[in-house]
């Protein structure tokens, strides 16, 4: 028999391909659109929602004040940033002054070497009893003598007799017509107090008996006023 040839079977699908170029160009034009509009979507759809949210807050715990730049600090101090003359001048106190409050109350009195003088006390008034001195009588080893008291006030007054004389003792002392005191010795003389009130005007006579060849008193005092020798 004789051999028979067959023809080389071609596909449908590619000889239309190759029959019909345009094809292929056309699937390629929408299979680029389809992307492309894929494209357009998703990024449409992640750009505004990614913008809308919020940006995380920065951490301020233990962060200082951000230091002044050089260009700030320049623009606070140029004339035009800060405020006008007027309000520079109230902004800048100006030093005052206090004034020391004056005291009512008189300067208290200052210790002496300071440079200020002491207030001296005001002098208290003189005793109205006064003493006259006189010897009544002389012995060899001593003398009787007399003090004569008198108050020269209207008022009666007690009274207090002092006197001293050197190397004496007093043996004895008593007032004459009145009643009595108290002696008291001290050295070289004695102190007689009286025995009641010395009646405004009047006088008593104090006498007394020494011990001793001085008879010549060296103080004599009546309530401290000194009296007459």
Do not use: K
């Not at 596909?11 to 170029?21: E, I, N, R």
């Not at 949210?53 to 004339?79: F, H, I, K, N, Y």
């Not at 002098?123 to 003090?147: C, I, M, N, Q, W």
Request: include cysteine; charge should be positive; glycine fraction near 10%.
């Amino acid at each position: 028999m004789p051999e028979t040839r067959r023809a080389p079977s071609r596909s449908y699908g590619t000889t239309a391909v190759a029959s019909s170029p345009w094809i292929v160009v056309s699937v390629g034009v929408v299979v680029m659109v389809v992307l492309l509009a894929i494209a357009l979507g998703t990024y449409r759809g992640r750009g505004p929602a990614f913008d809308a949210q919020p940006a995380p807050p920065l951490p301020t715990v233990g962060l200082a004040d951000p230091e002044p730049s050089a260009t700030s600090a320049m623009a606070t101090r140029s004339p035009r940033a800060t405020a006008s003359p007027s309000a520079r001048a109230t902004a800048r106190p100006t030093p005052t002054r206090s004034r020391p409050e004056r005291s009512s109350r008189p300067p208290s009195p200052t210790p002496s070497g300071s440079g200020a003088a002491l207030i001296a006390p005001p002098p208290s008034p003189a005793s109205p009893l006064t003493g006259r001195y006189r010897v009544v009588e002389s012995y060899a080893d001593g003398f009787v003598g007399e003090l004569l008291v008198g108050n020269t006030s209207s008022t009666g007054r007690e009274w207090t007799a002092r006197l001293t004389f050197p190397g004496a003792r007093l043996g004895s002392a008593w007032i004459e017509g009145a009643p009595q005191g108290t002696a008291q010795r001290i050295d070289d003389g004695f102190t007689y107090r009286s025995g009641g009130d010395l009646p405004g005007g009047a006088s008593a006579t104090l006498r007394f008996y020494v011990q001793g060849t001085q008879s010549r008193p060296t103080s004599c005092s009546v309530d401290g006023g000194a009296c007459r020798v």
